[in-house]
């Protein structure tokens, strides 16, 4: 029974993974990007299943270097996040609808990522395209009008003009002026830790295994499953770190080492009955026949 109970736990351990994955993976990929479009009258220069076909054609795509300016007016280069996933987040500072609600989303989930992945795991990035008013003032504004801290995990940053257009062209951002600001898509990109497009997150708001499932993989995930104990931990870490939809919140599956420990011991218990049976059958077979007397 308990070895039943055992087999349930990792089916349910690594089922329940690989169903938030799908699901997170069938949502960034498959969903039409949503517009955020200011015009009053309704019209957008921005065609959805164009912008679909771009945004999903740079997965992939190494991104390049670009500077970038923080809030404190500092130099910060994209190459600076390499190692560690990063969430690249594009809207515009005079924003006053769509951008505001997805950077409050963003806040909400990243808090249970971190909670779930660590506070190390991955860093965030905010960028200004309004390249001629998103300047670190109007930046260090926005973050604070909208509650976000803005620490070394999350900068908001502004740029130039060649720099945001370049930086838009590889990740699959697309944007236009408007009679009231900007039309564009509301797209989250996270990139790899080689600073390549893994995912794209699309819409104002968005539940949360889709933000965190794709950095559970690029966090946790490991190209040769068992070469190291860290290996194997981060394996163990990627499939028993489950959603709750109930509470909203990752928790880690805590109850399957002692199943573990149980099912080990039943087992070993098993196989030491099996081998003295075996070993008292064989000595029984090698003695020999006693003579008849007569």
Same mark, same amino acid.
């Given at each position: 029974?308990?070895?039943?109970?055992?087999?349930?736990?990792?089916?349910? /351990?690594?089922?329940?993974?690989? %169903?938030?994955?799908?699901?997170?993976?069938?949502?960034?990929?498959?969903?039409?990007?949503?517009?955020?479009?200011? *015009?009053?009258?309704?019209?957008?220069?921005?065609?959805?299943?164009?912008?679909?076909?771009?945004?999903?054609?740079?997965?992939?795509?190494?991104?390049?270097?670009?500077?970038?300016?923080?809030?404190?007016?500092?130099?910060?280069?994209?190459? *600076?996040?390499?190692?560690?996933?990063?969430?690249?987040?594009?809207?515009?500072?005079? /924003?006053?609808?769509? /951008?505001?609600?997805?950077?409050?989303?963003?806040?909400?989930?990243?808090?249970?990522?971190?909670?779930?992945?660590?506070?190390?795991?991955?860093?965030?990035?905010?960028?200004?395209?309004?390249?001629?008013?998103?300047?670190?003032?109007?930046?260090?504004?926005?973050?604070?009008?909208?509650?976000?801290?803005?620490? *070394?995990?999350?900068?908001?940053?502004?740029?130039?003009?060649?720099?945001?257009?370049?930086?838009?062209?590889?990740?699959?951002?697309?944007?236009?002026?408007?009679?009231?600001?900007?039309?564009?898509?509301?797209?989250?990109?996270?990139?790899?830790?080689?600073?390549?497009?893994?995912?794209?997150?699309?819409?104002?708001?968005?539940?949360?295994?889709?933000?965190?499932?794709?950095?559970?993989?690029?966090?946790?995930?490991?190209?040769?499953?068992?070469?190291?104990?860290?290996?194997?931990?981060?394996?163990?870490?990627? %499939? /028993?770190?489950?959603? *709750?939809?109930?509470?909203?919140?990752?928790? %880690?599956?805590?109850?399957?080492? %002692?199943?573990?420990?149980?099912?080990?011991?039943?087992?070993?218990?098993?196989?030491?009955?099996?081998?003295?049976?075996?070993?008292?059958?064989?000595?029984?077979?090698?003695?020999?026949?006693?003579?008849?007397?007569?």
């Amino acid at each position: 029974m308990n070895l039943v109970r055992l087999n349930r736990v990792w089916v349910s /351990c690594v089922a329940g993974a690989v %169903f938030s994955f799908a699901a997170a993976t069938a949502h960034s990929q498959t969903a039409a990007p949503t517009l955020s479009n200011t *015009d009053p009258t309704g019209r957008s220069p921005i065609d959805e299943a164009k912008a679909l076909a771009i945004s999903q054609a740079v997965l992939g795509r190494q991104v390049g270097d670009y500077i970038f300016r923080d809030t404190r007016g500092q130099r910060v280069r994209l190459s *600076d996040y390499r190692g560690k996933p990063l969430v690249i987040s594009m809207i515009y500072s005079s /924003c006053a609808d769509v /951008c505001p609600v997805i950077t409050s989303t963003l806040e909400g989930v990243d808090a249970i990522a971190r909670d779930a992945l660590g506070d190390d795991a991955y860093n965030i990035i905010t960028i200004g395209f309004d390249a001629a008013d998103d300047n670190p003032v109007r930046m260090q504004s926005f973050a604070r009008k909208y509650g976000v801290t803005v620490s *070394d995990h999350w900068r908001f940053l502004s740029g130039d003009l060649p720099s945001i257009l370049s930086l838009s062209e590889d990740i699959g951002f697309q944007f236009f002026e408007s009679p009231k600001g900007f039309d564009h898509l509301t797209q989250t990109t996270i990139l790899d830790g080689d600073g390549k497009v893994y995912r794209h997150i699309y819409g104002e708001t968005f539940q949360t295994p889709h933000f965190v499932e794709p950095l559970k993989n690029l966090v946790f995930g490991t190209t040769t499953p068992f070469a190291s104990l860290d290996d194997l931990l981060n394996k163990v870490r990627l %499939f /028993c770190t489950i959603y *709750d939809p109930a509470t909203d919140q990752y928790r %880690f599956e805590y109850a399957i080492f %002692f199943r573990l420990a149980v099912g080990g011991t039943i087992i070993l218990a098993m196989m030491t009955f099996i081998g003295n049976w075996w070993w008292k059958n064989r000595r029984t077979a090698k003695k020999p026949a006693l003579p008849i007397k007569t």
